[in-house]
């Protein structure tokens, strides 16, 4: 079984568009994580929720939204989409009381036209 | 906040050669420091990671690391790479543990490394 695991892998929209992307993990961690990585490869923290909270929100547009209807799930939607939102957006977890690691997905290459 | 240099964005090196990657993160009391490879159109993987303990750290595919606290580095090392080896490399920071609301990391803008045939 993949740990943590996204859908879809791959996505092309139109500018204007609201499109969302899933996350799942089957750890039992206590904290999920979305991250965005450029075309240059640079990975920057979006959010992060533990236990349904929202505990980091690193200047993203509120056009972009994290839902968590439960611990093993945070859902990423992303409204009227911008050319810039292009890159891929990566997924992870890691465990309260901490083993210093994050487990990542394998990423959702977001393309925007 | 923490900060995280990789000062090279790209090495290339010859199959079998010796290869480092080098870290450098800003200065805290204490820190937490990984090394994580992301192979080709994949997420990203633990490569190796230091906590606390002996100062070199070993992971994964033969790669291993060396916390120096007093040049704030973490350089990545291995003695002889091969093809598989090719991938982007992440140094990572952690410097608190924020409780039970999760933790926050710094990771560096990579750098790609290309073997060589």
């Known amino acids: 079984d993949t740990a943590v695991s996204q859908t879809p892998k791959y996505l092309v929209t139109q500018m204007g568009n609201d499109k969302s992307i899933k996350c799942e993990q089957n750890l039992g961690h206590d904290t999920m994580y979305w991250y965005k990585q450029d075309s240059k490869k640079f990975l920057k923290i979006m959010f992060s929720?533990?236990?349904?909270?929202?505990?980091i929100n690193e200047t993203v547009p509120n056009r972009f939204s994290p839902k968590s209807p439960d611990k093993a799930h945070l859902n990423l939607h992303i409204n009227s989409l911008e050319l810039g939102d292009s890159a891929v957006y990566f997924c992870?977890?890691?465990?309260?009381?901490?083993?210093?690691?994050?487990?990542f997905g394998e990423g959702s290459r977001l393309t925007v036209l | 906040a923490q900060s995280v240099t990789q000062l090279d964005s790209q090495v290339p090196v010859f199959e079998e050669a010796p290869v480092e990657l080098r870290c450098n993160y800003s200065?805290?009391?204490?820190?937490?420091l990984f090394w994580y490879v992301q192979y080709p159109n994949q997420g990203l993987q633990l490569l190796l990671k230091?906590?606390?303990?002996?100062?070199l750290v070993k992971g994964i595919n033969g790669f291993e690391a060396e916390f120096n606290k007093s040049q704030t580095s973490f350089h990545l090392r291995k003695p002889s790479v091969h093809i598989s080896d090719t991938a982007e490399y992440f140094c990572?920071?952690?410097?608190?543990?924020?409780?039970?609301?999760?933790?926050?990391?710094?990771f560096g803008t990579g750098t790609s490394l290309t073997v060589i045939p």
């Open positions: 230091y906590l606390s303990g002996s100062t």
């Open positions: 992870a977890s890691s465990q309260e009381g901490w083993t210093g690691e994050l487990f």
């Open positions: 990572a920071v952690s410097d608190r543990y924020l409780g039970n609301t999760g933790n926050q990391f710094y």
């Open positions: 929720y533990n236990n349904k909270e929202l505990i």
């Open positions: 200065s805290s009391v204490s820190v937490y």
